[in-house]
Structure formats: C-alpha cells, structure tokens
Nanobody, 132 residues
Framework: DVQLQASGGGLVQAGGSLRLSCSSS????????VAWFRQAPGKGREGVAL???????VYSNSVEGRFTIDRDNAENTVYLEMSSLKPEDTADYYC??????????????????????????WGKGTQVTVSS
C-alpha cells in the first residue's frame, strides 16, 4: 500500500522554526515529485513547496525565503524546514507525490502547486500552530 505520512508539527512562537518530515512507502520514491500543501481552518488548500526528482525546488510567494524543502531518496523522505514562522502559517500541513519525468520544468511544477494538475498520492497531515 502507498503511504505518505507527515510528522514534526507542533506549537511554536512567532519567529520560531520547525522541521516537518514526510516519510513514504509503497511506491518508487525517486520517480516522484513531492510537494507540501497546507490548509488553514476556513481556507482553501495552498501548495507551499515542491521538490522535483532531481532536487529542483519551487516555493509559493508566501513562504519563499523562509521555508526550505529537501529530499533524501535513500530514506524515502522529504523535509520541510520552516523558519521565521508567522501566525498565518498556522495550518494542517501534508505532503503529496506525483509521478513525472525528470526535469519537466517549472511551469509543470507550478501547476502542481496551484492545483491545476493533480498529485497522485496524498498523505495525512501534521498540525502546525504559530502563536503571536
């Protein structure tokens, strides 16, 4: 069975940092793009960061310069390092994976983050709460 599991969430003060992990199993991890999404109460889903098969990264404007996505193919895991956290970063964070050719290009990646293109697998989330 395909599994994606996010972990590492918690309560942090504004300005603080957290590192989320997304562990996976059941599929050939290094053939997949992986992205982090979030959803705050009463709001729609937002794609925040994506990493391609080759390590190319894409970020939403809201997190650019504050969040860093990375992957460890040997461990089938993707990480999201979040710093300078703001109360508006409070949300349920979850990861998703999409099968795609290598180096397909930023327009494709932006399409995945924006929801114009579908991800193949979705995991359960981890809650991040940033207090002011």
């Amino acid at each position: 069975d395909v599994q994606l599991q996010a972990s590492g969430g918690g309560l942090v003060q504004a300005g603080g940092s957290l590192r989320l992990s997304c562990s996976s199993s059941g599929f050939t991890f290094d053939r997949y793009i992986v992205a982090w999404f979030r959803q705050a109460p009463g709001k729609g889903r937002e794609g925040v960061a994506l990493i391609s098969r080759g390590g190319y990264t894409v970020y939403s404007n809201s997190v650019e310069g504050r969040f860093t996505i990375d992957r460890d193919n040997a461990e089938n895991t993707v990480y999201l390092e979040m710093s300078s956290l703001k109360p508006e970063d409070t949300a349920d964070y979850y990861c998703a994976a999409a099968l795609a050719p290598a180096d397909i290009g930023e327009p494709f990646y932006r399409g995945l983050l924006s929801g114009l293109r579908d991800m193949d697998f979705w995991g359960k989330g981890t809650q991040v709460t940033v207090s002011s």
